[in-house]
């Protein structure tokens, strides 16, 4: 194979400033009281690539500025807007006013299962992301419109907070 690695300057990436006039994706992210300020700035890193409109920091979520966020998000804390609330489930209901559908990212027995999941064209998500213990609180997996669970095949329960953002974020924006 003869290839060559692109230089950063090559990948013609846009700023913080023209990040936000970027069309916007319809996808929101909110982290329920996510302990790890290095996850939330994963979560961060994450949803700038995609273009996420919003992240949602609720309750213990560490907030910027912060080194440890800093260290993962590299950034992409100061171009995705976000917005603390204390309670996971007031912003919630503050989504679904704006018209999103609350999706519980979460491993629950009536799940929709990532791979056959077929986002609505013109759809709006928030996507509610759970706590490394706890998860996602139940009483906002009952508010919420569906639960969406990535099929694993290995031994471990669940997967990273940050690493499910991941996975979940490039399907969903791959197929809007
Ligand atoms: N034992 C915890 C695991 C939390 S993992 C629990 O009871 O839920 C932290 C978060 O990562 C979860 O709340 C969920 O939002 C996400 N996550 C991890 N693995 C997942 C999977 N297979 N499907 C969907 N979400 C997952």
Redo the contacts with the bound molecule.
């Keep these: 194979m003869k290839d060559r690695k692109l230089l950063n300057i090559e990948l013609g990436r846009v700023s913080a400033e023209e990040y936000r006039e970027l069309p916007p994706s319809g996808l929101v992210v909110v982290l329920?009281n996510i302990r790890s300020a290095h996850n939330v700035g994963s979560a961060f890193r994450t949803s700038d690539s995609f273009k996420i409109d919003k992240v949602c920091l609720c309750g213990i979520c560490a907030v910027p500025p912060s080194a440890e966020i800093h260290k993962s998000a590299l950034g992409a804390e100061d171009s995705v807007p976000w917005q603390h609330w204390d309670d996971t489930m007031d912003a919630v209901m503050s989504l679904r006013e704006e018209g999103y559908t609350i999706v519980?990212?979460?491993?629950t027995v009536n799940?929709q299962k990532?791979d056959a999941f077929v986002p609505e064209e013109g759809g709006r998500y928030a996507l509610?992301?759970?706590?490394?213990?706890?998860?996602?609180r139940q009483d906002v997996v009952d508010a919420a419109d569906f639960a969406?669970?990535?099929?694993?095949w290995g031994t471990k329960?669940?997967?990273?907070?940050s690493?499910?953002v991941g996975v979940?974020l490039w399907h969903l924006r791959s197929q809007m």
């Design positions: 329920d519980a990212v979460e491993q799940s990532l509610v992301f759970g706590n490394e213990v706890d998860g996602v969406l669970e990535i099929p694993q329960h669940s997967l990273n907070v690493v499910s979940i």
